[in-house]
Nanobody
Framework: QVQLVESGGGVVQAGGSLRLSCAAS????????MGWFRQAPGEEREFVARITWNGGSTYYADSVKGRFTISRDNAKNTVYLQMNSLKPEDTAVYYC?????????????????WGQGTQVTVSS
């Protein structure tokens, strides 16, 4: 069983930065793709970014491309989401997830395990 714990959320002004972390435990974590999703109030959860099992490839939603960076440290069983130039529309609960395969998909159905989420609030 995989356990995921997100941290690093908070309140930041527009234009600011935050770095989210997701610590995983419970299995051979380094063999799976990882992803970040977010859910704003009243909205469905949406894909943000994903990274392959070895960190060799990343993919981003258009809304965050050029501002967010996903990375991972398999030795620490941790995946990160560096968020720069934050906008009020980035306000959401951010979730990390473990994919069922090596790559990491862009839909929720690709992911087998989810964290509890961390709140990010961007004020204007």
């Amino acid at each position: 069983q995989v356990q995921l714990v997100e941290s690093g959320g908070g309140v930041v002004q527009a234009g600011g930065s935050l770095r989210l972390s997701c610590a995983a435990s419970g299995r051979t974590w380094g063999s799976y793709g990882m992803g970040w999703f977010r859910q704003a109030p009243g909205e469905e959860r949406e894909f943000v970014a994903r990274i392959t099992w070895n960190g060799g490839s990343t993919y981003y939603a258009d809304s965050v491309k050029g501002r967010f960076t996903i990375s991972r440290d398999n030795a620490k069983n941790t995946v990160y989401l560096q968020m720069n130039s934050l906008k009020p529309e980035d306000t959401a609960v951010y979730y990390c997830a473990v994919d069922q395969g090596l790559v990491g998909g862009i839909t929720e159905s690709s992911y087998a395990y989810w964290g509890q989420g961390t709140q990010v609030t961007v004020s204007s």
